[in-house]
């Protein structure tokens, strides 16, 4: 199986920056692609960007230009760098991995974006 703990999530001014990271551990062999996925409140869970396992990227229409997904294979890490960051983007943030089992959901994150 595979496991995911998210961390790095806080309470930011608009304009500012934070990074999230997904710690993966158990069988990452297995992973074949990482994603980041946010939640609002009373808003459905919506995709923000995902990484494969060859280091490809893709982002939602919301993140692109101000986030940045990356992976750490050494550390079985993925990071998600979000500058500029606005109110809007004030959410849970999850960490998925897609693997030879299924898929696993981390614990999520809260990001808040406020003056």
């Known amino acids: 199986q595979v496991q995911l703990v998210e961390s790095g999530g806080g309470l930011v001014q608009p304009g500012g920056s934070l990074r999230l990271s997904c710690a993966a551990s158990g069988r990452t062999f297995s992973i074949n692609m990482t994603g980041w996925y946010r939640q609002a409140p009373g808003k459905q869970r919506e995709w923000v960007a995902i990484?494969?396992?060859?280091?490809?990227?893709h982002y939602a229409d919301s993140a692109k230009g101000r986030f940045t997904i990356s992976r750490d294979n050494a550390k079985n890490t993925v990071y998600l760098q979000m500058n500029s960051l606005k109110p809007e983007d004030t959410a849970v943030y999850y960490c998925n991995a897609v693997h030879q089992s299924g898929a696993t959901w981390g614990q999520g994150t809260q990001v808040t974006v406020s003056s």
């Open positions: 990484i494969t396992s060859g280091g490809y990227a």
